[in-house]
């Protein structure tokens, strides 16, 4: 009993520490203004992280937004009120898929990739060897990434939408037939910018900041042989995933007044 | 100012339940090339992590020109940083960089000097170390020596008053080895600096160095000229020196009597 309470007391300090760390990095880069001879390495991460992943985020979004118009107009035709497929895909991709979705593509294709590539950079001695030359490797490597992600994150998720918007149309007006004026006029009624579009907005923001700040850390915090950057970008996955839903159902609860 | 450019005193350093540095105290002299030599696992990098303040000693005191790295702040620190070129083993350049942006690469960082001289200082500092030609490639297209001879440019880039080798000779064929040893006296003689050089290899460190200091077991266990060392009858010194593969530093990893551990049954420690 006592070596239980013990060994419990044990994991929480251990993730109390990790906790404290990470919370230390992320402070660390963030909290000082970004200079402007810092811009190029930020317009780079902006390309390694948002635009390399523009191709899955089309993808995925143009698929999803198709299977959502086929399930929808198979369940709606029952009732006749296929004309209200336009509106109910556009609110599921506003709110829920767009930034859910393309956050946990962002993990996968964006989050590991920052792992593997800090863990590396450590590995080598990389980061030490910057710290040697007088540069904090937490303002010139993590810093731009953790912006980066910021920054990308909502543009990513609202591409998704809309190219799922776009699919859907192509599924349900040009394919199934839906009534053209009906699938966009009903959108154009029901979906409310400040409070659906913009929720989805601040959604992906947070998914943004919480999976380059997982990456950015467990990439830093990596033990730096090849098994403990594999695990580190393994558990960049994993963690970003649940992070992302778990997250998603909080501020589901707090924005949408439940 | 002090005749001496580092001063580490009563330096203790532990890792988890491990002591690395037990009281050890180092004297660096201004502009002379000292060299730090011991064991594998003696701590020799470690104390080159504590000099740059990577690191900090559970206690003791490091300082260098007089200011006692342990205390700076993170600001104050990257400056003394400024003051310090470090050689590590690995070479540690950065690999999204060409030889020419690594070398350049503290240059920009730290002055604001135009384009064409950080060119010029660049390719100065390439030359010094025979590499002007291979500036536009990747540290991926490099030999074990060349990516050491960059990294020595780059430690130079801002004429540092101290410069760190970390085990500058492992692993080198005889020519980079002589290459590189050569490198390490001319900047030397020519710059005046502080040479710190940690490694393991006698000859080649016993050639080039004006002091040696011999770590093991958390302490120092000899110290002075090569000369010195060569003569001195302490039986941990002359085992290293000489290369014996036993003597005070055992041979063997401890473990239990060899005969008794072999006349045991085997299932009792089972061993699968």
């Not at chain 2, 302490?219 to 010195?228: A, D, F, H, L, M």
Request: charged fraction near 20%.
């Amino acid at each position: 009993m006592l070596s239980r309470l013990r060994r419990i007391g044990q994991y929480s300090l251990v993730a109390l520490a990790t906790l404290g760390r990470a919370g230390h990095i992320w402070w660390q880069a963030i909290w000082r203004r970004p200079r402007l001879r810092n811009l190029p390495l930020l317009i780079r991460q902006i390309y390694q992280l948002g635009v390399l992943s523009v191709l899955i985020i089309a993808m995925s979004g143009f698929s999803i937004g198709a299977v959502l118009a086929l399930q929808g107009y198979n369940q709606l035709v029952k009732y006749g009120s296929e004309s209200a497929l336009g509106l109910g895909v556009a609110l599921v991709l506003v709110m829920e898929i767009g930034p859910v979705v393309s956050g946990l593509l962002f993990a996968g294709r964006a989050g590991s990739a920052v792992t593997a590539e800090i863990g590396l950079m450590k590995a080598t001695e990389q980061l030490s060897s910057m710290e040697m030359m007088g540069v904090d490797p937490l303002q010139r490597i993590v810093a731009p990434r953790l912006w980066a992600g910021f920054i990308v994150m909502p543009i990513l998720a609202l591409m998704f939408s809309i190219i799922g918007i776009w699919g859907a149309s192509l599924v349900g007006v040009d394919w199934l037939g839906v009534y053209e004026g009906a699938f966009w006029s009903a959108m154009q009624e029901g979906v409310d910018f400040r409070s659906h579009v913009l929720k989805g907005i601040i959604k992906s923001v947070v998914f943004g900041i919480v999976v380059t700040w997982i990456a950015v850390f467990q990439g830093y915090d990596t033990i730096p042989t090849s098994e403990g950057i594999a695990a580190a970008t393994t558990r960049t996955v994993v963690y970003s995933a649940v992070a992302v839903l778990v997250l998603d159902f909080f501020l589901t609860l707090v924005m949408f007044n439940f | 100012m002090s005749d001496s450019h580092i001063i580490l005193e009563k330096v203790v350093y532990l890792r988890g339940q491990r002591c690395i540095f037990d009281e050890v105290s180092i004297e660096i002299p201004r502009g002379k090339i000292v060299a730090v030599m011991g064991p594998s696992g003696a701590g020799k990098t470690t104390l080159l992590k504590l000099i740059g303040g990577q690191i900090q000693p559970e206690s003791g005191s490091v300082r260098v020109d007089g200011l006692e790295i342990p205390r700076l702040s993170r600001k104050q620190l990257f400056d003394v940083r400024k003051t310090m070129g470090m050689m590590f083993q690995s070479g540690a350049l950065f690999s999204d960089l060409s030889v020419f942006e690594n070398v350049a690469f503290p240059l920009r960082i730290h002055t604001n000097l135009p384009d064409d001289m950080i060119r010029d200082l660049v390719l100065l500092k390439l030359q010094s170390v025979g590499l002007r030609g291979a500036r536009r490639l990747f540290p991926s297209e490099l030999s074990g020596g060349m990516s050491r001879r960059v990294a020595l440019a780059r430690a130079i880039a801002l004429d540092p008053e101290i410069i760190m080798y970390d085990e500058p000779f492992t692993g080198l064929d005889p020519i980079a080895m002589g290459v590189i040893v050569d490198l390490i006296k001319t900047l030397n003689s020519a710059y005046g600096t502080t040479s710190i050089i940690v490694s393991h290899d006698i000859p080649e460190t016993a050639g080039i160095a004006d002091i040696i200091y011999i770590i093991s077991g958390g302490k120092v266990i000899g110290s002075g000229s090569p000369k010195e060392l060569f003569e001195q009858d302490s039986p941990r010194v002359h085992q290293f020196i000489k290369g014996l593969p036993d003597g005070p530093v055992p041979f063997h990893y401890p473990a239990d009597d060899y005969e008794e551990e072999l006349m045991r049954v085997p299932d009792a420690e089972r061993l699968f």
